[in-house]
């Protein structure tokens, strides 16, 4: 992978590339094709490549948490994340692995799933939710994951960032999905936006990035890494 700007350079350590700039920050994780679609049938990983995974699973070894919405968990088959052989650098002082956090107005979870059951003592998935979620829900939930209640029919995503960061999970990195993401933006939550752009056209349904509330988020552009037309591109709300 080469790094096109600020300045050429070939063997970009990608680890250096994407670390976090202080303790307190969350960025969103996405890829779209050159036609602005976030999905190709449905799916994300339709139009990831070999350079995409590895940024994805440089991102999360950096994370103190990894965020999605319920939606997302659901159609992408979320499990536990998983060690890989280059995270205990990366991870020095931390758990082996982040936890997965599932912001869910309703709890329409598979609570039986792999997410919930498989996920390791030190990185218990966490479900963040409301107070009118069902309660027998929230009580089953809570058998295998830490719940957090946070807003009464929506989720507050502002006090939800501040618990998560309460408990010392403040690097958290948003894989999505555009819903979740424009409502992030909205609330003035995105400190980062890591775009790896496609090169494939789908048209289609797909949504945008952002898919929900308007926002104007202002974003300087940090840097660019290309790999077999795969464009790289980290954003941030300020220069770095």
């Not at 700039?21 to 990983?45: F, I, Q």
């Not at 939710?129 to 069902?134: M, R």
């Not at 994951?145 to 618990?163: F, K, S, T, Y």
């Not at 979740?180 to 933006?185: D, I, K, R, V």
């Amino acid at each position: 992978m080469r790094r096109i700007l600020p300045g050429p350079a070939d063997d970009v350590n990608l680890a250096e590339a994407y670390a976090y700039p202080r303790d307190a920050w969350l960025r969103l994780n996405m890829v779209a094709g050159v036609d602005g679609g976030a999905w190709l049938k449905g799916l994300s990983e339709g139009l990831s490549g070999a350079g995409d995974r590895r940024v994805f699973h440089i991102l999360r070894a950096l994370s103190d948490v990894i965020l999605a919405g319920a939606a997302t968990v659901r159609t992408e088959g979320y499990g536990p994340a998983r060690p890989r052989a280059s995270w205990p650098d990366l991870r020095a002082g931390r758990p082996p692995v982040p936890p997965i956090a599932v912001v869910t107005r309703k709890l329409d979870l598979d609570l039986g799933g792999p997410l919930f059951t498989e996920a390791q003592p030190y990185a218990r998935t966490i479900v963040i939710t409301t107070e009118s979620a069902p309660k027998d829900r929230r009580d089953e939930a809570a058998r295998n994951a830490e719940v957090i209640v946070a807003g009464d029919e929506r989720v507050d995503l502002p006090l939800a960032i501040a618990q998560l960061r309460e408990r010392g999970l403040g690097r958290v990195l948003c894989e999505g999905g555009p819903r979740l993401n424009a409502q992030l933006a909205a609330a003035g939550l995105v400190d980062e936006l890591c775009l790896t752009i496609s090169p494939i056209m789908a048209g289609g349904d797909a949504a945008r990035i952002l898919n929900g509330p308007a926002s104007q988020v202002r974003l300087h552009l940090a840097h660019v890494l290309e790999e077999e037309g795969f464009l790289f591109c980290k954003y941030t709300r300020e220069p770095l």
